[in-house]
């Protein structure tokens, strides 16, 4: 019991720096603050798995630096691909597109983020998780038990309360009855526009987003 709470610890711990990650990036970028990340609270639950990923099948040999540099490309841009694959068919958009960058695959990974993923994952592994595992080891049981599951009910209503407004920007994309993807994003991020903030958030996460092509192919083929 207690290995899988350090273990979720750790993942939230992740989640929460990557999303710090992604926030200092934007900020360098727009000069401003953006939430980033499908979920409402600071965390990115992708860097939260691809470091456990990571910890459980490249920590138990790390003397080759080289390998374990190549594993962590490997593990995170698995994760990232079927993310974005996953993410696409359930929401019909795509909310990252490396398309344009060089060296990429179906636009859903691509090289110029596949390095930093291998860079940064060999830093946590030499250096940043031995450090959280000796913090998190010096919790008592009760602590860890109880941190657990505070941190655990936070993070099954804010992915309860996301998917409910991701599944009502789908329906919201499924009402155009227009053949135009770039007609449907912009009509969508009106009405992303006109509702709380919560809606505005996923506009200013995901700027770039784009519609899920195949679905408007088939709304086309039902008008027949």
């Known amino acids: 019991m207690m290995i899988f709470c350090k273990y979720f610890i750790y993942f939230m711990i992740y989640s929460f720096l990557g999303w710090v990650k992604e926030v200092i990036e934007k900020l360098i ?51 990232e691909y079927f993310t974005s694959y996953i993410m696409e068919k359930l929401f019909k958009a795509r909310w990252w597109d490396y398309s344009r960058w060089k060296f990429n695959i179906n636009g859903r990974i691509c090289l110029e983020t596949m390095i930093p993923f291998g860079i940064f994952g060999t830093i946590i592994i030499y250096f940043v998780h031995p450090l959280i595992v000796g913090f998190v080891e010096k919790l008592s049981d009760i602590t860890i038990l109880v941190v657990a599951i505070i941190l655990l009910i936070v993070h099954v209503v804010d992915i309860i309360i996301s998917f409910k407004i991701m599944s009502k920007i789908k329906k919201e994309i499924k009402k155009q009855s227009i053949d135009n993807t770039e007609v449907i994003r912009k009509k969508v991020l009106l009405w992303l526009d006109s509702n709380s903030i919560l809606y505005r958030r996923f506009k200013k996460s995901y700027p770039k987003f784009r519609i899920y092509d195949r679905m408007l192919r088939f709304k086309s083929n039902s008008k027949k």
């Open 29 to 79: 970028e727009l000069k401003r603050f953006v939430n980033r990340g499908f979920l409402i609270g600071p965390i990115c639950p992708i860097y939260g798995y691809g470091v456990l990923g990571i910890i459980l099948l490249v920590s138990n040999n790390t003397d080759d630096l080289l390998a374990v540099f190549l594993k962590c490309i490997l593990i995170c841009s698995v994760l």
